[in-house]
Nanobody
Framework: QVQLVESGGELVQPGGSLRLSCAAS????????MGWYRRAPGKERAWVGT???????NYGDSVKGRFTISRDNAKNTVYLQMSSLKPEDTAVYYC??????????????WGQGTQVIVSS
């Protein structure tokens, strides 16, 4: 069984910074792409960004230049460093990962979500 567990969401003031973490655990053999989505209140889920195993990144237009995704392959963990936060960044943030488990089965996994609120 594979699990993704996120942490780091909290209330932060506009202009502030926050770092989210997402760790994969369980029967993980290898992890390919990892990344983040978010769902703002009353809106559809939106892609935030993706990082490949080698560290190449891509970002959605709304966060480009403000958010940075990184990963630690030894810890099976992906991070989302958010800066210059705006109220419109308020959302539940979900991590995802393309994982091959110990049985050789490839599947996409999702975290449970962590709430980020940007407000004064």
């Amino acid at each position: 069984q594979v699990q993704l567990v996120e942490s780091g969401g909290e209330l932060v003031q506009p202009g502030g910074s926050l770092r989210l973490s997402c760790a994969a655990s369980g029967s993980v053999f290898s992890i390919n792409a990892m990344g983040w989505y978010r769902r703002a209140p009353g809106k559809e889920r939106a892609w935030v960004g993706t990082i490949t195993r080698s560290g190449s990144t891509n970002y959605g237009d709304s966060v480009k230049g403000r958010f940075t995704i990184s990963r630690d392959n030894a810890k099976n963990t992906v991070y989302l460093q958010m800066s210059s936060l705006k109220p419109e960044d308020t959302a539940v943030y979900y991590c995802f990962a393309a994982i091959i488990d110990s049985s050789g089965v490839w599947a996409d996994y999702w975290g449970q979500g962590t709430q980020v609120i940007v407000s004064s």
